[in-house]
């Protein structure tokens, strides 16, 4: 790389571009309004230096609309981990502020020019950021949905004996609301215990409405998944939910180029632990506590899933046992199996997407 490299340091008003050279040494920054007054502005100074490739920090968060602004200017932006930009500034010793974390992004990327590209789902397609999308929306439902479930299963424990005797104590939480639903709150014998049934009996509704939601959600991110053309639901284990969380945190799944990358950047490749191999392979391992827990989640499930209805999945697990692995090690080797088979079904679809839109072209 031989030309000027810049770097974004965004935030949720403002964001900074700091500009280095071809030898990592400032050339400059500048802060700009997070609007499309600042990207213009920004734009005009990239190009009065030269510069072609530009490293964003954060392109899914408060960077993204720059970073689609970046892209959309016909510059190579790329996604710059806090991790590498924090190693240039300790490598410097320096302290942290805007102007030294976007030269230190910026810096990040002439060391590692193949950093992957900006995660700002709009730049990669936006039928997969419509999916990010819905399924955010989903998401929040079924989190208020949860906390309102975990207060109405707490009121119903404070409930009078008398209306508590009329329930069952197990099964799922919605299933002894309704049974609520025909009591009469004057009937109780406490105040207490009246005001908290007719509070009880308000969420009923409450509740079918959010299952309605969600249920609509659920349908219209299953017909976006079909536009897409994407093969995750062949997998078994992977349902419409766990393949559009896929979709939606991978992006372009071509960053990746290598099926270890993929596995490192989900948490499924396991760390080396060993010493005293010598030249050889190491011979212990643990587990990677890092990586996309999201991700980590749906393989785990998925390998649960196979585990009990798929038998190559049940012979897989029992041959690693059968190695002399743990129960839990076994099934970290399963997910790094699925991990494979997950980012090469996604290399195929994006090949026939992409051979798709030539043909239309």
């Known amino acids: 790389m031989t030309s000027a490299v810049g770097g974004i340091d965004p ?11 071809a030898n990592g040494v400032e050339i400059g920054h500048e802060t700009y309004a997070n609007t ?14 030269g510069v072609e490739q530009v ?15 970046l892209a959309a200017a016909g510059f190579d932006a790329r996604e710059v981990p806090a991790s590498r930009s924090a190693a240039q500034r300790r490598s410097r010793r320096l302290g942290k502020t805007d102007a030294v974390d976007a030269v230190a992004s910026a810096r990040a990327l002439l060391a590692e020019p193949t950093l992957g590209p900006v995660q700002a789902l709009e730049v990669y397609d936006p039928l997969v950021a419509q999916i990010e999308a819905v399924l955010e929306h989903r998401r929040t439902l079924v989190a208020a949905r949860t906390l309102m479930l975990h207060h109405i299963a707490d009121q119903i424990s404070k409930l009078p004996t008398e209306i508590r005797d009329q329930l069952t104590t197990v099964g799922k939480i919605e299933s002894r609301l309704r049974r609520l639903e025909h009591l009469d709150p004057a009937a109780c014998p406490t105040p207490a215990g009246s005001y908290r049934l007719a509070q009880l009996q308000a969420f009923i509704e409450q509740d079918r409405e959010a299952r309605r939601e969600i249920r609509r959600l659920e ?27 896929l979709l939606c945190e991978v992006g372009d799944p071509t960053r990746f180029d290598r099926e270890s990358k993929f596995a490192r950047w989900c948490g499924t490749g396991a ?91």
């Open 11 to 21: 935030h949720q008003d403002t964001f900074t571009l700091g500009i280095v050279d």
């Open 55 to 69: 490293g964003v920090e954060g392109s899914a968060k408060w960077g993204a609309h720059v970073a689609i602004a």
């Open 271 to 361: 760390v080396a632990l060993s010493s005293g191999e010598g030249g050889g392979q190491p011979v212990k391992h643990r587990l990677d506590f890092r990586g996309n827990r999201r991700i980590n989640s749906v393989l785990h499930i998925a390998s649960v899933t196979q585990a009990r209805s798929q038998p190559d999945a049940a012979a897989y697990l029992t041959r690693k046992t059968g190695e002399g692995k743990t129960r839990r090690e076994a099934r970290r080797a399963h997910k790094r199996h699925l991990a494979n088979r997950v980012i090469r079904r996604m290399w195929r679809d994006e090949k026939h997407r992409q051979q798709a839109r030539l043909h239309v072209a």
């Open 36 to 49: 499309a007054a600042g990207y213009a502005a920004a734009i005009d100074l990239l190009d009065v230096h």
């Open 219 to 245: 349908r219209l991110i299953d017909e976006l998944l079909d536009r897409h053309g994407t093969t995750l639901r062949d997998e078994p284990g992977i349902g419409p939910i766990a393949a559009a969380t």
